[in-house]
């Protein structure tokens, strides 16, 4: 089955290009104009994956995104006409996976659709994800996608789980931000060193909601590496 992504957009030539550059990669597309219209629509028909964008009228992707959190975990790749850090952490940190700035490349966003895909659903199970992976009260099941912190469910996006198991399996190790990211992209997709913060920043949040205040910590000048996790 082709994934299903819908596509946000208030400006139809935009929809018109992500959809054909999706469509031509084998993926399945609807596309909507709004917020609102984002929200029903994965009521409607839960896609695999969002491409949302920040500056629409009414109601923003970046508010969409809010509410989305509140009952779903899809993947989300913010678009945006401004590249201002501010957009790109806010939504980072309100759950979204990517972000790409127009004017984009149609061929750059198909390949982190693809990464972001890749990491949320897996087609192909690997050997190494049927290894349960524990540290503390930190435990992480690759083959079902669960985290839980002393027996507390985390809802992780896909880049989020990645980037915690990357550190699981070296729990003794620093790892430099390309490090980090290798884990979570493959290595296919070159991402800003803020954006690499910003994943970490949702990861401690979610950790310290549970309890656990020591799950990342940051080595000054080198990157960073996994906390006590008691």
């Given at each position: 089955m082709p994934h299903h992504i819908l596509v946000a957009d208030d400006d139809p030539h935009i929809r018109?290009?992500?959809?054909?550059?999706?469509?031509?990669?084998?993926?399945k597309t609807s596309a909507v104009s709004d917020g609102a219209a984002a929200l029903q629509a994965v009521e409607r028909h839960p896609p695999d994956l969002i491409v949302l964008d920040i500056g629409m009228p009414e109601m923003d992707g970046?508010?969409?995104?809010?509410?989305?959190?509140?009952?779903?975990?899809?993947?989300?790749?913010?678009?945006?006409?401004?590249?201002?850090e501010i957009d790109r952490i806010l939504g980072l940190e309100m759950g979204g996976d990517d972000y790409v700035t127009k004017p984009f490349s149609p061929r750059e966003l198909v390949a982190r659709v693809n990464v972001i895909l890749r990491r949320a659903r897996p087609a192909v199970p690997q050997p190494a994800d049927d290894t349960q992976f524990s540290h503390g009260k930190l435990t992480l099941a690759p083959a079902s996608h669960a985290a839980a912190f002393n027996g507390e469910p985390l809802a992780l996006t896909g880049i989020e789980f990645s980037i915690l198991k990357g550190f699981l399996a070296r729990p003794t190790h620093v790892l430099g931000r390309d490090a980090v990211m290798a884990n979570a992209y493959a290595g296919k997709i070159h991402v800003a060193d803020r954006t690499v913060d910003s994943h970490?920043?949702?990861?401690?949040?979610?950790?310290?909601?549970?309890?656990?205040?020591?799950v990342i910590e940051t080595v000054h000048g080198v990157g960073f590496r996994l906390g006590r996790c008691g």
């Open positions: 018109e290009v992500i959809c054909f550059a999706l469509e031509k990669a084998g993926m970046l508010e969409v995104c809010r509410r989305l959190r509140q009952r779903s975990d899809v993947p989300v790749l913010f678009l945006s006409a401004r590249d201002e970490i920043r949702n990861i401690r949040a979610k950790l310290a909601a549970v309890g656990c205040q020591e």
